[in-house]
């Protein structure tokens, strides 16, 4: 079965600083998707940025790019210059195909906290 | 415009109560999904409707029943709510049930059981 883990319960970073927040996943399939979500304190679920498996170049968007090692099964998020808005909860997840449909398995989250 | 919307956002209500959670989305798509957030803010979906017909039913209580009257909308009714039902529900939907379409999430909605 798939699994998501992100072993950062909680992180913090200075404003305008690099953080990198990690998530590793577990699957058999070769072809599967996977994104980061943010949720702030208002509850809503956004997309921050999304890979294909198929594809060897890591994503970016904007401050946010991601690190993506298909080996080793690894996808960590990386937000550049951090802001006061960044903080949120952000979630990995993974979408791919699992007893016979496709389905998105998030992780159980990291609460990210940006310091003034 | 909000693309999903689901109504109410807070819900207070006693055990043993019948409640409904709506969603509308205007996005055009197909899929449409219900997600649980526990306390922990574990996500874990419960529901998942294309075109109208469940695709995905996790193992969820039968008194969590879904309907989804036309693809644009999918509502949740719970009967006999429990304390464990307290939770943040959140609506979702997408342009077809695979090939890596993002999910779209509602704001969610925080459902207390007292």
């Known amino acids: 079965a798939q699994t998501v883990t992100q072993s950062q319960p909680e992180m913090s970073v200075q404003e305008a600083e690099t953080v990198t927040l990690s998530c590793t996943y577990d699957?058999?399939?070769?072809?599967?998707?996977l994104f980061w979500y943010k949720q702030p304190p208002s509850r809503q679920m956004i997309l921050v940025i999304r890979?294909?498996?198929?594809?060897?170049q890591n994503a970016t968007e904007n401050r946010f790019s991601v690190n993506f090692q298909k080996a080793a099964k690894s996808f960590s998020l990386k937000i550049s210059d951090s802001q006061l808005g960044d903080t949120a909860m952000y979630f990995c997840?993974?979408?791919?195909?699992?007893?016979?449909?496709?389905?998105?398995?998030f992780g159980t989250g990291t609460r990210l906290k940006v310091l003034a | 415009d909000t693309a999903v919307s689901q109504t109410p956002k807070y819900l207070v209500t006693q055990m043993g109560n019948d409640k409904s959670i709506k969603c509308e989305q205007n996005?055009?798509?197909?899929?449409m999904y219900w997600y649980k957030q526990d306390s922990k803010k574990f996500l874990k979906i419960m529901f998942s409707?294309?075109?109208?017909?469940?695709?995905i039913n996790e193992t969820v209580p039968n008194r969590f029943s879904p309907k989804s009257p036309d693809k644009a909308h999918l509502n949740l009714h719970i009967n006999s709510l429990e304390l464990g039902d307290s939770a943040v529900y959140f609506c979702?939907?997408?342009?077809?049930?695979?090939?890596?379409?993002?999910?779209?999430f509602g704001e969610g909605s925080w459902l207390t059981v007292v």
């Open positions: 699957t058999s399939e070769n072809n599967y998707y």
């Open positions: 979702a939907s997408s342009q077809g049930g695979g090939s890596g379409n993002t999910i779209y």
């Open positions: 996005l055009g798509h197909d899929t």
């Open positions: 409707y294309n075109n109208k017909e469940l695709i």
């Open positions: 890979q294909e498996a198929y594809k060897q």
């Open positions: 997840a993974f979408m791919g195909f699992t007893s016979g449909t496709y389905k998105y398995i």
